[in-house]
């Protein structure tokens, strides 16, 4: 199965293309960088820890 790369910020609507930094939840729910320092990198949506999302490579 594969990881679902949001492109956008739940909480501000910021754009998150796949190369960027993100955070998620084990739920998959998305963040910015901001919103997610802003909430002290925990998700409102289901209380979870917020990590930085991998980065997939650009395809040639």
């Known amino acids: 199965m ?3 790369m ?3 910020c739940e909480k ?6 796949h190369e960027e930094t993100a955070f998620i ?3 998959e ?5 901001s919103c997610s ?3 002290s990198h925990t998700c409102p949506n289901c209380g979870g820890e917020l ?4 980065r997939r490579r650009r395809r040639p």
Do not use: N
């Open 2 to 4: 594969a990881l679902e």
């Open 6 to 8: 949001r492109a956008a």
């Open 12 to 17: 501000c609507g910021a754009a998150l293309p």
């Open 25 to 27: 939840c084990s739920y």
């Open 29 to 33: 729910c998305t963040f910015c960088g």
């Open 37 to 39: 320092e802003a909430m």
């Open 51 to 54: 990590l930085r999302r991998p």
